[in-house]
């Protein structure tokens, strides 16, 4: 059986080492393959530009997605892998510090799977961390994997 990576699209280099900090304090050592902004996203997630020719049978268990993004918004990114069958089904958890409701909106109606709001406590980040990581990577069932 393959590893469950989880993708990390997130473009604050702070965030990013929080956030593998946590996984780490929770003994979440999946293969987290991280990418700094929508269009490193989606080049990864549909193996093109500087993923062309990655193994794409081996998608992410679950997608921890940031909003505010350069390039390409984490809204964008979303639309784009709910409308491409080989993505629709990954699980989707946006993972933001955006307070605003319409962001809360537009992701579950674009197809989020969950929404958090990153916590400024480091134990309360951590917290939530933990529980992400035991429900997407170990209570949830996931998806059948999709022929490319």
Do not use: C, H
């Not at 990013?16 to 946590?22: I, K, P, Q, V």
């Not at 969950?114 to 949830?140: C, H, M, T």
Request: charged letters at 30%; a negative charge; zero cysteines.
């Amino acid at each position: 059986m393959n590893e469950k990576i989880i993708l990390l699209v997130e473009d604050n280099p702070d965030d990013e080492t929080l956030t593998l900090r946590a996984l780490k304090k929770n003994n979440i050592g999946n293969d987290v393959v991280i990418v700094r902004d929508g269009a490193e996203a989606l080049d990864y997630l549909f193996g093109t530009g500087a993923y062309a020719g990655r193994d794409m049978t081996s998608m992410p268990a679950v997608t921890l997605l940031d909003l505010k993004l350069p390039k390409v918004d984490g809204l964008e990114v979303l639309r784009r892998l709910r409308s491409d069958e080989r993505t629709e089904l990954i699980p989707v958890v946006i993972l933001t510090s955006s307070i605003e409701e319409q962001d809360l909106v537009r992701s579950y109606k674009l197809g989020a799977n969950s929404y958090i709001r990153k916590p400024v406590d480091f134990s309360q980040f951590a917290e939530a961390i933990r529980q992400l990581g035991l429900y997407w990577l170990v209570i949830n069932e996931p998806p059948p994997a999709r022929g490319t």
